[in-house]
């Protein structure tokens, strides 16, 4: 940043540098460099006869890292009715998850929602909201063109594992 960039150039190169090493610095490679032990869980309830090239969950010392769930009953098929129940089943699923690997929906701190039609917005939430009883994490939500098994919502969190 001399005092001939009038156009502010550095300054946008400048900031974009420092947030990638920001970005960087925060990322699980990081976390795992520092010592951290990690420890990746394998998928159990998968839709019939698929091998899931990702792990249903990943702890980076107290940190859980859930993979993005949709709809499904405990034989792998999306359950039927859409968003509402879809979502409940999500939730259902994710609240196993969190307590099988030492967590809680009170320990979740940021979640990332899909939604394949936006205007579903409103029901998706109707449906969330009953299961974060002391607060609501962090959250972001998109919507998609096309999610796995035609699903109409996928939910991804992250939670703090253990007191």
Known sequence: MG???SSGTGARVALAAALA???ASASVPAIAAAGAPLEFYKVENGPPGMTLPF???VRAGDMLYLAGMVGTDASGKLVAGGIGPETKQIMENLGASLTKHGSSYDRVVQCT???ADIKEWPAFNEAYKPFFKEHFPARMAFAASGL???ARVEVQCNA???K
Do not use: P
């Open 21 to 23: 090493t920001f970005a």
């Open 148 to 150: 796995a098994l035609g």
């Open 160 to 162: 703090v594992v253990g």
């Open 113 to 115: 929602v899909a939604l």
């Open 55 to 57: 792990s249903e969950a």
């Open 3 to 5: 005092s001939n960039d």
